[in-house]
């Protein structure tokens, strides 16, 4: 039997409630155009590196052409998508692979966003249309070794030396910060004791980075540890507005729902791949959706995807409005998460032995669910942020 990536990959059959007909045409177009690159130039090639642990850098350009980084950024020629149509990215991209997805998320939604939020006029002058045209690519570094969950207690330090600042500590698991051309660095200023927001630029003296290996999940995307030992990088260069953990904040918020959607592409791409294989798959005389409870578990598994467009869908739409808040996009994050890892897992059970083959394709996405269900904050620190809200205790600490 061989893997049925064509039979799939053109499928509406995920959009059982009609998604399609509450798009604008711009919000279609870009859906299409991101979903026909997936198909065409991601799917074909992407096991390989993802076996490999290697990073397409063929893909860079191409994915460049489309004009989708910065996605709902307007101005300093970013596209102003709406964050509906910045949603439906971020789903076609992780449909076709998860780890390209993480490596565009980095740049164009963590630290885009960051520029757009915290940067100062010449800041985003600087920068934004660079990135947008991908000539330039980011990274994003808040997580340390010792702080993960608990990242507002970074030890990582700014202090001011005259017109420079100098940075020191360590940062871990920072998406494309091996090759990035600028790394937004989040540390402790010296001075007052409160986290701010710099820019620290390739090759710039003291900053070292160490490629984490050996990763189940993610495996054609980077992330090292990365070494700040002395940098001195210009005070132009510290993020005007970021200047405490609140602003770290408002990037992790504007960018968390992007994370919900993502985990609607592995579900997406994970049920179709099981459902064109119990169709072809026989046993027992007759093919597998055939069988009752083979149909129960494809039922649960498009009822769940169903449920995550449905709140992706509002989300955008608070987003859009500036209505949305921190934990209605932590709910969307917990929810999806979960619920897209348990499709996924599913999807490979009803693929039997084959479900382990990187060549199914299932496998992949599985195994980078695990990954969506950790970054961004893990799944019980998205609960605990809604279960204050709710509750109004926080129970953090
Ligand atoms: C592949 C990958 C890519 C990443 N990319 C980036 C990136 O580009 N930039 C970046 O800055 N970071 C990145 N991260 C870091 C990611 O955001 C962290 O791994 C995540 O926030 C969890 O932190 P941790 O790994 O230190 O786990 P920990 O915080 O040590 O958590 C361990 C366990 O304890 C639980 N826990 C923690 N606190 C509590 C509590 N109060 N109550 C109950 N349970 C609790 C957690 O839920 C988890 O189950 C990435 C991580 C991975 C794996």
């Known amino acids: 039997m061989k893997p049925l990536l064509a039979d799939v990959s053109q499928s509406l059959g995920t959009d059982y409630y009609l998604i399609e007909e509450l798009l604008t045409d711009e919000e279609r177009e870009i859906r299409d155009k991101v979903r026909a690159f997936a198909d065409r130039e991601v799917i074909p090639i992407i096991n390989d590196y993802w076996d490999k642990a ?27 998508m709406s964050q509906v149509a910045a949603g439906l990215v971020a789903i076609e991209m992780a ?43 980011g990274a994003w570094g808040l997580t340390e070794a010792k702080h993960g969950s608990d990242s507002v207690r ?33 540390a402790r200023d010296e001075d007052d004791g409160e986290v701010k927001g710099f820019l620290v630029e390739k090759g710039t003296e003291g900053y070292s980075t160490e490629l984490i290996t050996g990763k189940m999940g993610k495996r054609a995307v980077w992330q090292p540890d990365i070494k700040l030992e002395e940098v001195r990088i210009p005070v132009e260069n510290k993020l005007e507005h970021a200047n405490s953990f609140k602003d770290t904040n408002k990037v992790l918020t504007a960018t968390r729902g992007g994370v919900a959607w993502e985990a609607i592409g592995h579900a997406i791409a994970a ?76 999807a490979r059970d009803i693929m039997g032995g084959n479900g382990v083959l990187l060549e199914y394709h299932v496998a992949r996405h599985l195994s980078d669910m695990e990954i969506v269900y950790t970054y961004e904050g893990t799944d019980t620190i998205q609960s605990l942020i809604v279960g204050r809200d709710v509750t109004g205790v926080g129970a953090f600490v």
């Open 95 to 137: 449909r076709g692979d998860g780890s390209f997805n993480t490596f565009f998320g980095v740049h164009s939604g963590l630290v885009m966003s960051t520029l757009a939020i915290c940067g100062s006029e010449e800041q985003k002058e600087r920068w934004l249309p660079q990135m947008a045209r991908m000539e330039k690519i």
């Open 271 to 346: 049920y179709e791949a099981a459902l064109t294989y119990s169709r072809q798959r026989e046993q027992f005389g007759r093919p597998i959706a055939g069988f009752q409870l083979i149909q129960n578990k494809l039922a649960n598994m498009l009822a769940e995807i169903t449920l995550m467009q449905l709140m992706c869908y509002r989300l955008g739409q608070l987003q859009e409005q500036g209505k949305m808040t921190g934990p209605q996009a932590s709910l969307a994050k917990m929810n999806n998460a979960k619920k897209a890892k348990q499709v996924c897992s599913d």
């Open 154 to 186: 970074l030890e990582t330090s700014a202090r001011r030396e005259g017109d420079q600042y100098v940075l020191n500590g360590e940062k871990r698991w920072i998406g494309n910060a091996t090759f990035a051309d600028v790394i937004v660095i989040w």
């Open 54 to 80: 290697q990073f397409p850098f063929e893909l860079v350009p191409k994915v460049a052409e489309l004009n989708i980084a910065g996605t709902a950024i307007q101005g300093y020629g970013c596209p102003g």
